[in-house]
């Protein structure tokens, strides 16, 4: 049978009963009393100790006196039978008082502060004495406790938990880098990089001033990222050199209702730093949460010390080879992560990232191989390169929706997965369940033969979660002061879990009120729009967001939905009259409005059903006028150079619906694919023009580059005809 009786001592001293009422003792020595007995219960004190430690200044008959008083208070609190009082000696048995010292090797007892903290007794010196001394001996002890709590609070993503801890610990002990770090954490969590920096500094500031000594390296480190911190609406791309090291942290957005599959991540990653790779797939529905989930997570790693890449896949750029490959590389590059690669590996990596031979300079350019060898020996370059990152540093790569990655890129993933071995590396892949249906895709996640594979599917937000984080949407979009007015069942009934769909509902009740779109509950619903396959809830919060955009928004909205990942290439902006100046405003004030976010190396839209509302939300003649105006300014940059780029102004001009301005292109970008091992992406575009009118010469030489595509890819079946058909 528990005790009646808690008597928490880390903090200000309390006695409370099991039902958490507090309890007040007749005087400030019958509790120090009940404390010496507690602390040490079940041993045997002599009247003489005790007279001594609370009434040494007075005369022995009044000394036993007010002993015996308090005696008799202590045993009125806790029970006769818990108060063992013989004719010498004084104990108090283990059963009578729960004290939270018993559990701080469990570490499951709250530390408010120091050992009694705030609690003297006046004219016990030895009290005083003895209280200092149990302190001492208890810091250590708490202080990993709180540790080991605040990583606890890591492992789910409750950060409000390990900043409550870590300022205790901070309070404890001010040069204490814990604390520290977990303050800065916490703050850097919500968004409050100031007030991060602020402790960093001052504990920088203490730490040189009393013992002469500076940081340690890992915390300066995530001071330097916080520092960094957002960037600003992307500025037109100035020449220069790669610098020495670009890292710009991920903020993570509210996460809400995801411990336990945070939790899951976050034992992924202990894995990873103990030298065991992990690949996870993380699936489900869209709007639910994905992308928020991994940005959360990979944010803490950050903190942790991995170097992140990230790549958003878009379907539309799903024909351009290596797309998403050459992404992940060019953020290794920038972030000086793969420099200790052999310069034959990187050289191979130039192939799709360019950056590499700005960034290292004595790297040689990529030798001509065989189309067929390519792929083999970029997937051992891209092994090798992330084995001499993980080195230094654990490597996190985070490939997000999957489902529309290029085929070229998920192959040299697969490769690179299944030949993954005691090494530091984290592969997070995202995407939706019932669209991962693509040849490689389909294969890499289904591969049993890659033992660190997991997957971990989202569901829905249960109603607790989903009514947590519209309390907190609303809060934060300034429907606090009317907080119990938000129509939270209505909300949850409109989105039925879907956290998108939930924060959009919630802003748009927050805007409008009573005439918002939950008037009507049949007109807002997560069921699949036919069209489009939108989430209709989020695609009604679309349509009332969009007319209050000024033009110029407006327009960058329209060219940000058909650009894919260069959304934020500015002078692109051109093509519906915006200098870049003007774009980068006008992307501004879509990251405010809420339809895009930043990211680690500038913007993309919030979620890609945001995007897909915003593309056909513009008129298909628009369209096609946008992706025609956006190849011919691509076909002017002769100096960026790549087996892409040929093809992405051939498929903007496929979907301008100018497949006679689309063929020299085409042509020209399937050969490129062919001579780097990318035959589907060849076959893509090559079987989309073939349908087309053309010129005798062009279409002899599309048919045969389409039979060679064909045969690379070992359909014979379907490429003889075609060689047939030209003899």
Known sequence: MAPPLRLLLLGPPMLVTASGEQLQLRTRKHFALLIRLAVEAGKRFTRDYLMELLWPAAAAPLARHSLAQALTVVRDAV???HLLVQRATVALAASGVDVDLQHLAGCDVPVRGPFLDGFEVPGAVAFEQW????????QPRIRDCLVKQMDAGRRVGDFATVERHAQVLYELDPLAEEGVRGLMEARAWVGDRSNALKVYARFAAALAEELGAKPSPELARIAGLLREGRRAAPRPAAPAAVAERQEKRFEAEPLIGREAEFATLYDAWLEV??????????????????????????????MEGAVVARAQAYAAERELPFAVLAELIKQLTLQRAIGGAAPEALSELARVAP???QAFPGVPRPLEWAAEVIPLRLADAVLKALEAAA???PVVLVSDDLHAADNASVAIMHVVARKLAQSRVLLILTGRTHELRTVAASALVSDHAIRALQWLELEPLGADAAERLVRTVAAGAGGGGRSGEVPTARILQASNGNPLALELLTKEWVAHGARSLLSDLEAVNTQPAARVGIPRAIAAVFERQVPRLERAARAALDLAAVLGRRLADLPLYEVVGLSPPAAGEALSRLLEEGFLREIRWGLEFRNELIRVQAYYAIAAPARQHLHRKIAEQLATRRAEDGPSLSLEIAWHFLRADDALAAT????????AALKVGAPYEAESVLSAISRQPMATSSQLRAHLLLAKALLDQSKAEVALPILDHLV
């Not at 699936?283 to 949460?289: I, K, M, N, S």
């Not at 020299?664 to 050969?671: D, F, R």
Request: a neutral charge; proline letters at 4%.
């Open 131 to 138: 209280k200092d001394e149990w302190r001492a001996k208890l």
């Open 79 to 81: 029970g006769r039978e």
């Open 273 to 302: 730093r103990g030298r065991t790779p992990r690949i996870v797939v993380v699936t489900g529905e869209p709007g639910v949460g994905k992308t928020t989930l991994t940005n959360a997570f990979v944010s803490t790693c950050q």
């Open 355 to 357: 950056e590499i031979l």
């Open 391 to 393: 080195e230094e540093s």
């Open 664 to 671: 020299a292109h085409a042509i020209a970008g399937a050969e």
